[in-house]
């Protein structure tokens, strides 16, 4: 008993990891993070350590610390618009969303998307006043929107064990995820938007750089995938895949003021090349639907009602739904 209690003691007193769980916790920490001054500065790593660590806490803490960079993103936004203080908020967000607990990084997806009081998307800063700030206030509107792609990221892997579990419309739609990544990466402010002196841009893009390789990666994994299986696509997935396979090649022309903003020619290349193939899979597709119909122009009529009972009670059988593609190709095998 002795024992128990001298442990009791010991985890009562000792301060054990930083895990603060109040709100004024929460705007304290954010609040230190998003100084304005200095206003060129990115956030410090102490202060990026100290907002990871209300992930390792409830999920209240969580939540508080979510809540705290909404209000503060919404306060930087107000009036002429605090581009300092906004742009370090997104910058700590893109850390903490990279590198935060899974409790931490729920709850800044849910306050993010949608704020719960207002109702409101606090990234929803297209229109983020450019004042006197140019160059921050430019990153500000296009990290937001970054940010906003971002979250809506399955949680993918580039590991051809869960690509191949995959089903061939879970495959398309990640790809399109990834694609709609790198052609946010492609509206990067021109360089007249990063002076060399100003370290806080500068971290903004080397953020945006990483989620652009993260991406490319992405992509050029699932287009190995879809190389393999392209022959058991149906109608409907070759009709999206050729889609999205253009919006990949559209990402070879980098803008002309950033050469890393554009994807790899050789990602480009087997995109345009499984392109080609997934067009003749859709013409393919397509003839045999038309085939299927010509072969029996029955089947195109509506099949609901194949017969209908002379009189109610007499058990005739009543068919509903049509079978009108009974035969056809499925959409993943």
């Known amino acids: 008993m002795g024992l128990k209690l001298l442990r009791l003691a010991a985890t009562l007193l000792s301060p054990g990891p930083a895990s603060p769980a109040s709100g004024a916790d929460a705007q304290g920490a954010v609040l230190r993070a998003t100084a304005h001054h200095p206003s060129t500065a990115p956030p410090s790593a102490h202060h990026l350590d100290a907002l990871l660590a209300f992930g390792r806490g409830s999920r209240l803490s969580a939540a508080a610390l979510a809540s705290a960079f909404t209000d503060r993103l919404r306060a930087a936004a107000a009036g002429g618009g605090d581009a300092a203080v906004a742009l370090k908020c997104l910058v700590a967000l893109r850390v903490l969303l990279a590198r935060g607990a899974f409790i931490l990084r729920d709850q800044l997806l849910v306050a993010l998307l949608r704020h719960p009081a207002s109702g409101r998307n606090p990234l929803a800063l297209a229109a983020f006043p450019l004042g006197r700030s140019f160059a921050a206030a430019s990153w500000v509107r296009f990290s937001a929107r970054l940010l906003e792609v971002l979250l809506l990221l399955p949680d993918a892997s580039c590991d051809p064990e869960h690509l191949t579990a995959l ?137 609901r009602v194949a017969m209908l009972p002379a009189r109610a009670g007499d058990g005739a059988a009543v068919r509903f739904g049509s079978s009108r593609w009974s035969g056809t190709v499925p959409s993943w095998r």
């Open 167 to 303: 089903p061939n419309p879970h495959l398309v739609s990640e790809l399109a995820a990834f694609a709609s990544v790198a052609a946010a990466v492609r509206q990067a402010p021109p360089p007249s938007c990063a002076p060399q002196a100003h370290a806080l841009v500068w971290e903004a893009i080397r953020l945006a750089e990483e989620d652009r390789v993260t991406a490319e990666r992405n992509i050029a994994a699932r287009v190995r995938e879809m190389s393999e299986r392209i022959d058991t696509l149906g109608l409907a997935d070759a009709m999206e895949l050729v889609c999205v396979l253009k919006r990949v090649e559209e990402g070879a022309a980098s803008p002309p003021e950033w050469k890393w903003a554009g994807l790899d020619e050789a990602v480009v290349a087997d995109a345009r090349r499984l392109r080609e193939r997934a067009e003749e899979v859709l013409l393919r597709r397509t003839e045999q639907d038309r085939r299927l119909l010509r072969r029996d122009p029955a089947w195109s009529a509506s099949a």
